[in-house]
């Protein structure tokens, strides 16, 4: 069955980095794009970053451009998110999405 398994989160200062990962199962992974979104407290999940199957073209919510960088390796079947210049309006929980399924989230806090 398709699983989504993300990682990396954790409780960072503001202007500091963090790296997501997702390992991804039970799916032709290179088939597929993929995307993180994040959910703040009281707030709807929205779209953070996307990349296409091949890892050419990404794309990114304008609030995190510059800052923020996805990226997939298909032989490991993983998609990463490099996280920096974090603010606390970053802070939510970070999901994984590909193959329409979702994985479980890794919460992400910035705070002095």
């Known amino acids: 069955q398709v699983q989504l398994v993300e990682s990396g989160g954790g409780l960072v200062q503001p202007g500091g980095s963090l790296r997501l990962s997702c390992a991804a199962s039970g799916f032709t992974f290179s088939n597929y794009p993929m995307s993180w979104y994040r959910q703040a407290p009281g707030k709807e999940r929205e779209l953070v970053a996307t990349i296409t199957s091949s890892g050419a073209r990404t794309n990114y919510a304008d609030s995190v451009k510059g800052r923020f960088t996805i990226s997939r390796y298909n032989a490991e079947n993983t998609v990463d998110l490099q996280m920096n210049s974090l603010k606390p309006e970053d802070t939510a929980v970070y999901y994984c999405?590909?193959?329409?399924?979702w994985g479980q989230g890794t919460q992400v806090t910035v705070s002095s």
């Open positions: 999405f590909g193959a329409l399924r």
